[in-house]
Nanobody
Framework: QGHLVESGGGLVQPGGSLRLSCAAS????????MAWYRQAPGKQREMVAT???????NYADSVKGRFAISRDNAKNTVYLQMNSLKPDDTAVYYC???????WGQGTQVTVSS
């Protein structure tokens, strides 16, 4: 058992930065791949980035070079650093543990001038 709690969303101007955090409970998280997804209004949920327990990362083409996923296993926390934000990045961002299909409640990111 465990759960995920996201934080760090908000309103930011185009070109700005935000860092999302996902606090996880339970040792299952430190041993497994974690992921960030997002869902924009009227669109399907899409994978943004993943990170394995060993730190290997993978990104959606739309965020490569702008976003960075990282994790601190000692704190059971996964991060998503988002730079050079664009209006198209506006979405609810979700933390996910794929192996157990756990999802957080989501945090809203709005990129607008």
């Amino acid at each position: 058992q465990g759960h995920l709690v996201e934080s760090g969303g908000g309103l930011v101007q185009p070109g700005g930065s935000l860092r999302l955090s996902c606090a996880a409970s339970g040792s299952i998280f430190t041993r497994n791949t974690m992921a960030w997804y997002r869902q924009a209004p009227g669109k399907q949920r899409e994978m943004v980035a993943t990170i394995t327990s060993g730190g290997s990362t993978n990104y959606a083409d739309s965020v490569k070079g702008r976003f960075a996923i990282s994790r601190d296993n000692a704190k059971n926390t996964v991060y998503l650093q988002m730079n050079s934000l664009k209006p198209d990045d506006t979405a609810v961002y979700y933390c996910n543990l794929p192996i157990a299909n756990y999802w957080g409640q989501g945090t809203q990111v709005t990129v607008s001038s």
